[in-house]
């Protein structure tokens, strides 16, 4: 069925009016009439014709002059212009489409051709406005994943005082990306990633890559197990040619030590606030989702940080900025930025403001990410907010789990994420999930260490005790022929809130615990201060059997620790 379409007929000679007129309503299409260029946009702003007809040479405003109009009012809306016009020389007929026609029909009309063109551009319009359809749903539809994205991956710890960064992506999605979470014992992952590319296909594997840095750093993993479950799952989600280049930090803010992983990524830098020095670090594995098999390196570096220094980590995007010259941003000029910037907390915007001015009017060609850790100390937590809510969240359940850790298990694996697991799922209990890891960490470690090691707490006296500690600590875990850890965990309702009972006890000889054993030891001795925060944490701690059995209450809602 043939479209009706609306026609605005715009000639001063009233004989061509009529003809024209005749031969489109015969095609079923509607019909205005207008005798000048003014009535023409007149009756147009009135009615928003499908496809106009102008007369070029007309009174009162000439077809030029309304043809221009016309398109104006038209906005982003194809109408057609047809112009009639009797004009046979180049420049007339050239000025016909500079001023906004389509096309132009020569008088005498033939109707034959009038009506093949009226059907070509009925048809043009019908696409364009098909086209446009589809623009708007796939706007839309852009716009709730971009939502979804940002969500996913924006979250987490991004927002903490410690880190600043800048994600400036070429396209609607970004092929960077930026990830950070607190670990329960509170140490701070970072991730950046750069996936080849840009735009939606790029950024593809973000989302699962995001979903499993935050769900694993917020049950305990370590940083190396976390990158090799996301290699593991880029490498089966991602389609061959795409990879993700990336850096991934653990940052301790109370040791003052960090951890980095670099796969692919430029050399990041770190900045000694005190000295003014930089200390590049150069990436030694492969990037992620190119093979999960034996090629795929864990090669970190391992270094202190004091506070005040600063780790900075970026995408080639700034490395391989280009100007309008065609020249890249390079090493040299971000190393300038270094070595010109005499404020540690300037260099961050020195370096974004220095590779905006490089570029200038040059065309960007590449997401531009740059993100700097701060070494700190912690943010002490602010305990004001878990009575309230406590009291949004329903009532404590009665429920209890128990584990067993055989020789191979303390071996080998850390047992902390499978428990954490539990306790990060419960529901009322995400607000206290930083303090019981703390708790259970400790008694885990008390158990491993003191009653299946028999480690000597003594040796950590002194701040130089701490490396033979746990020197000896993994020569005897090494020669373990047998042991064994059995913990506990069990969660009861008391008014709003619930108690959570924690029961370890190791296959250790024990120890002959008194009070004298078991009272708090002044702050400056090294030894003794897992007991002291076990007491701060808890509403009881009490020893059981040969001393190699340990029982603690946490219950909540609390007071604010003093």
């Given at each position: 069925m043939t479209e009706v379409l609306k026609i605005l007929i715009a000639e001063d000679n009233e004989t061509d009016r009529l003809i024209l007129s005749r031969i489109i309503t015969r095609e079923g299409h509607t019909v205005s009439l207008a005798m000048n260029g003014a009535q023409a946009v007149e009756l147009y702003d009135r009615g928003r014709h499908d496809i106009v007809l102008l007369d070029a040479l007309m009174p009162v405003k000439d077809g030029f002059e309304a043809a221009m109009e016309i398109r104006e009012l038209a906005g982003e809306e194809l109408v057609p212009i047809i112009f009639l016009t009797s004009l046979q020389d180049v420049d007339s007929l050239t000025r016909c489409l500079e001023s906004g026609g389509d096309d132009f029909l020569s008088k005498p009309y033939n109707s034959l051709i009038l009506k093949a063109k009226i059907k070509a551009f009925g048809r043009m319009r019908s696409m364009h406005a098909d086209l446009r359809s589809n623009h708007r749903q796939l706007l839309i539809e852009q716009s709730v994943a971009k939502n979804v994205f940002d969500n996913v991956t924006y979250s987490g710890s991004l927002a903490a005082s410690n880190i600043r960064y800048s994600l400036s992506p070429i396209a609607m999605f970004n092929g960077d990306t930026v990830l950070a979470q607190h670990r329960p014992d509170g140490g701070l992952h970072v991730f950046l990633g750069d996936f080849t590319g840009h735009g939606l296909p790029a950024a593809i594997g973000a989302m699962p890559l995001a979903d499993t840095f935050y769900g694993m750093t917020a049950k305990g993993f370590e940083l190396e197990e976390i990158v090799r479950e996301m290699n593991i799952k880029l490498c089966k989600i991602l389609p061959s040619g795409i990879f993700c280049c990336g850096a991934a930090l653990h940052i301790d803010m109370v040791e003052k030590t960090a951890r980095l992983w670099l796969g692919g990524v430029p050399d990041c830098y770190l900045y000694y606030a005190d000295q003014g020095q930089v200390l590049p670090f150069g990436s030694s594995n492969l990037p992620l989702g190119i093979t999960a098999g034996p090629k795929f390196t864990m090669h970190t570096d391992e270094f202190s940080m004091n506070n005040g220094d600063r780790l900075f980590l970026w995408s080639d995007g700034i490395i391989e900025a280009e100007n309008a010259q065609q020249g890249m941003f390079g090493e040299d000029r971000l190393r300038a930025v270094f070595d010109a910037t005499h404020q540690p907390g300037d260099i961050y915007p020195n370096l974004l403001r220095a590779v905006d001015e490089f570029i200038g009017k040059g065309v960007r060609?590449?997401?531009?990410?740059?993100?700097?850790?701060?070494?700190?100390?912690?943010?002490?937590?602010?305990?004001?907010?878990?009575?309230?809510?406590?009291?949004?969240?329903?009532?404590?359940?009665?429920?209890?789990?128990?584990?067993?850790?055989?020789?191979?298990?303390?071996?080998?694996?850390?047992?902390?994420?499978?428990?954490?697991?539990?306790?990060?799922?419960?529901?009322?209990?995400?607000?206290?999930?930083?303090?019981?890891?703390?708790?259970?960490?400790?008694?885990?470690?008390?158990?491993?260490?003191?009653?299946?090691?028999?480690?000597?707490?003594?040796?950590?006296?002194?701040?130089?005790?701490?490396?033979?500690?746990?020197?000896?600590?993994?020569?005897?875990?090494?020669?373990?022929?047998?042991?064994?850890?059995?913990?506990?965990?069990?969660?009861?309702?008391?008014?709003?809130?619930?108690?959570?009972?924690?029961?370890?006890?190791?296959?250790?000889?024990?120890?002959?615990?008194?009070?004298?054993?078991?009272?708090?030891?002044?702050?400056?001795?090294?030894?003794?201060?897992?007991?002291?925060?076990?007491?701060?944490?808890?509403?009881?701690?009490?020893?059981?059997?040969?001393?190699?059995?340990?029982?603690?209450?946490?219950?909540?809602?609390?007071?604010?620790?003093?």
């Open positions: 060609n590449d997401d531009i990410t740059l993100v700097e850790v701060l070494m700190s100390d912690p943010v002490a937590e602010d305990l004001h907010y878990l009575e309230e809510v406590a009291e949004r969240v329903p009532p404590a359940l009665d429920w209890e789990v128990n584990f067993r850790f055989s020789t191979i298990t303390l071996q080998n694996h850390n047992p902390m994420p499978l428990v954490m697991h539990v306790l990060s799922e419960t529901e009322g209990l995400k607000p206290y999930v930083s303090q019981l890891y703390t708790l259970i960490a400790e008694l885990y470690s008390n158990a491993l260490e003191h009653g299946v090691l028999q480690l000597d707490s003594s040796l950590k006296k002194t701040g130089a005790g701490f490396g033979r500690y746990y020197q000896e600590r993994e020569q005897r875990l090494a020669e373990m022929k047998q042991g064994e850890i059995r913990l506990s965990i069990r969660q009861v309702p008391i008014g709003r809130g619930g108690r959570i009972t924690i029961r370890v006890e190791d296959s250790g000889p024990g120890f002959p615990y008194t009070e004298q054993h078991t009272e708090a030891k002044p702050d400056t001795d090294y030894s003794g201060r897992g007991l002291r925060l076990l007491r701060q944490l808890c509403s009881r701690v009490e020893y059981f059997g040969r001393g190699n059995q340990v029982e603690v209450d946490f219950e909540w809602p609390r007071r604010r620790l003093e």
